[in-house]
Structures are given as C-alpha cells and as structure tokens.
C-alpha cells in the first residue's frame, strides 16, 4: 500500500513538473514606436529558457521577417535574468485580460486621427508557433474609455521588468 | 394614446437599429496560407464603406508589407462581394466570442504540427483605425474542440461561405 502512495505521489509529482514545463511555452514581445524621445522605438521581449526568464531590449528595428521566419535576431542592446515568478505575473495579467472587453472598447464610430505620428503599442504573446497580437494606438489616450487599463498594466508591468521609467513611454 | 404607442415603437425602432450600427469603422481580415500550388495565400477582408453597404474583398497573394506592419486596412482585393449588414453583423458578434484564456490554453497542445503538404496557418484581426487584435493559428480544422476552436472555425466557415468558396479547399 506504501509503495501505491509513493508511486501516486511520484506520478502527481511528475505530472505537475509536466504542467509547469508546458506553461512556459510563452513568449512576449512589446514593441513601442513613434515615441516622442530619443530613441523613439524599444522593443522587449520576455521568455523563459532554461528554468531561467530573460528579458531583452532593442532600442533600434529590425526587419519583421526576422520575426516572421524566426531567423536568428540581432543581439539586444540589453539582456539579463528575472526570476519566473515575475514571467508569470505577465501572464497571469495577460490571462485576465478580456479581448471582449478590448474590443467593446474599439472606437467604431467615426472619429479624427488627432496624430500625425501617434506612439503605437505592440503587444504579442506567442506559444509555440501560434501567437496574438494586440496593437494599439496611444494607448494613454481615452484610456478608461477604450477598456485599455488591464492592457497598460501588462505594458508598464514589462516595462518596470526592463528597468526602464514608464512615464518616459505613456507621457504621465 | 394610439399616437403615443406609435411613437414609442418608432422610438424602439430606432434605438435598435442605432444600437446595431457600432461596426462602422470595424474591419476582419482572415488570411490562409497553405503550401498547396493552388490558392495558396489568399485574404478575406470584411468591412463597411459607404452607409449600410458592406464589403467581402478576396484578393489572391497579397503582398506581404514587412516595413509597415501598422497598415491596418487590407482593402487591395481582386473580387469585391457586396454582404448584408446582417451577415456582416454575424461575423463581427461572433468574432467578440473569441476568448484569449481558452485560445491560449488551446496553444500549448502541440499535436497540431503536422509535418506534411496539408499545413494551413491562418491569421485572423479584428481592427479599427486605434487597435487591431490578431489571432495566429495552425491548422485550426485539427484538433478543433480539444484546442477550443470551436468558434475560430466556425468564423473561418462563415466567411469563407460568404466568399462563395469551398472551406474543404483550404482545410481538409
């Protein structure tokens, strides 16, 4: 009887280690261009390898297709270890967030681009080889309005984890 | 007292129709590529241009825009179909029924990786001119309700039945 439990204990041992591999498959990428700063573009990304998360940050483009074809990326300008625990708040955060409420708070009625180059928010969670993306437009703009709270947590949440001040990035 | 019913039907009336008209400026874009000869990449956009009138654009092998991946509307199309507002509206509300957390959580089964000619990738958005939210997937038709798909494809089939193509062209 012993020797079931322990083997039971085993079992649900191994498949929780199971669990925790399979929910590290994520990757995020935050890219901000058309800011009104020097460097006007960061991009960060965030994914776990090794038991270990990583953050990198590129202040300068580089091509999509990089991306696209998941070709080999330049080196970032910066990169260094966080701890998981901070990986899985980012995605606790971005689990709670609701696309509906997202997108009942689109603007669908007609309304003047009020920039002639507004900041805009890209925020990509890929597993595997499947990703979404939101894309955002000044997103510090209407805020309440458009439901993007849960979103600019996300974001400023990325960006305190790439030691960077988010008011440089939301102008508050 | 007749009079008074009256107006408050029309009054009904048209607090309806105005609650249904908030997709003016909403746009959904479906995607698929496959490695088949035929047909290979081909784009669906769905959108509203003048008052009441809808739009199914088809356009084949559209050019893939890496410099400016924020040009949201894909409107370049080879075959335009005029859609009800009706059908238009379907497609749109049940687009709202798209859950991140299940899609996600539908992500990280990777036995949807077929390594053969049948691999369909399909990109899905919903957009307007401040935000777009793009959806990624694999081979949706594999796997459907286990990856919670349930819904994406049943988007997928309504579009693509509104094109008047065959959806058992692009997923067997």
């Known amino acids: ?172 | 007292m007749k009079l008074l019913k009256i107006l408050l039907l029309l009054l009904f009336v048209f607090v309806c129709s105005s609650c249904f008209a908030q997709y003016e400026l909403l746009q959904i874009n479906l995607e698929i590529q496959t490695l088949k000869e035929e047909n290979n990449h081909i784009r669906f956009s769905l959108y509203q241009e003048h008052p009441d009138t809808f739009f199914l654009g088809i356009k084949r092998n559209p050019a893939l825009n890496f410099k400016d991946y924020t040009t949201w509307l894909k409107r370049d199309a080879d075959t335009i179909i005029i859609i009800s507002k009706d059908n238009f509206n379907k497609i749109a509300e049940l687009s709202l029924r798209l859950s991140n957390l299940s899609i996600i959580s539908g992500m990280c089964k990777t036995d949807y990786i077929l390594i053969n000619n049948d691999n369909v990738a399909v990109n899905f958005e919903i957009s307007e001119p401040y935000s777009k939210i793009s959806y990624n997937i694999w081979n949706p038709n594999y796997n459907t309700k286990e990856r919670n798909l349930d819904t994406f494809v049943d988007i997928c089939k309504k579009i693509l039945l509104l094109a008047e193509s065959d959806y058992k062209i692009f997923f067997r």
């Open chain 1, 1 to 172: 009887m012993k020797v079931l439990k322990i083997l039971f204990l085993l079992l649900f041992l191994n498949s929780s280690c199971f669990a925790q591999q399979w929910s590290h498959y994520q990757a995020f990428f935050l890219i901000i261009s058309g800011l009104k700063q020097n460097p006007n573009y960061t991009r960060i990304d965030l994914f776990v390898e090794n038991d270990s998360a990583i953050v990198e940050i590129w202040t300068e483009p580089f091509p999509e297709y990089i991306d696209y074809m998941s070709f080999e990326r330049p080196k970032a300008d910066t990169s260094y270890f966080v701890s998981i625990e901070k990986f899985d708040k980012v995605y606790e955060l971005f689990m709670a967030l609701s696309i509906e409420q997202l997108i009942n708070g689109m603007n669908l009625q007609k309304q003047d681009l009020t920039w002639d180059e507004p900041t805009k928010f890209r925020l990509k969670i890929k597993v595997i080889s499947e990703y979404i993306i939101l894309d955002v437009v000044e997103p510090s703009f209407n805020t309440q309005e458009r439901n993007l709270e849960p979103f600019l947590d996300i974001c400023k949440e990325i960006i305190c984890l790439a030691k960077l001040n988010s008011k440089n990035f939301f102008g508050k």
